[in-house]
């Protein structure tokens, strides 16, 4: 059970987060063509232009039966 609630926590919370960091480092550094100034304006802009979907998107979900980190099958 605490396994289950840390995976839980680990995907509401640190997830939003990487997201933001990747399209951070993605849009490069040159000022003229940043889309974002900080991690705060990407998550607003995320949220408004994809909507609460945009936070997950790039993001593998693994199966409920799986207890390896690729979601293969058990052995």
Same mark, same amino acid.
């Given at each position: 059970?605490?396994?289950?609630?840390?995976?839980?926590?680990?995907?509401?919370?640190?997830?939003?987060? !990487?997201?933001?960091?990747?399209?951070?480092?993605?849009?490069?550094?040159?000022?003229?063509?940043? $889309?974002?100034?900080?991690?705060?304006?990407?998550? $607003?802009?995320?949220?408004?232009? !994809?909507?609460? $979907? *945009?936070?997950?998107?790039?993001?593998?979900?693994?199966?409920?039966?799986?207890?390896?980190? !690729?979601? *293969?099958? $058990?052995?």
């Amino acid at each position: 059970m605490a396994g289950l609630t840390a995976t839980l926590a680990a995907q509401v919370i640190w997830t939003h987060i !990487d997201v933001v960091s990747q399209r951070l480092t993605v849009q490069g550094n040159e000022l003229r063509s940043c $889309r974002y100034m900080n991690g705060i304006d990407a998550f $607003r802009k995320i949220l408004n232009t !994809d909507g609460p $979907r *945009g936070l997950y998107r790039g993001v593998a979900v693994m199966r409920p039966d799986s207890d390896n980190c !690729d979601g *293969g099958p $058990r052995r």
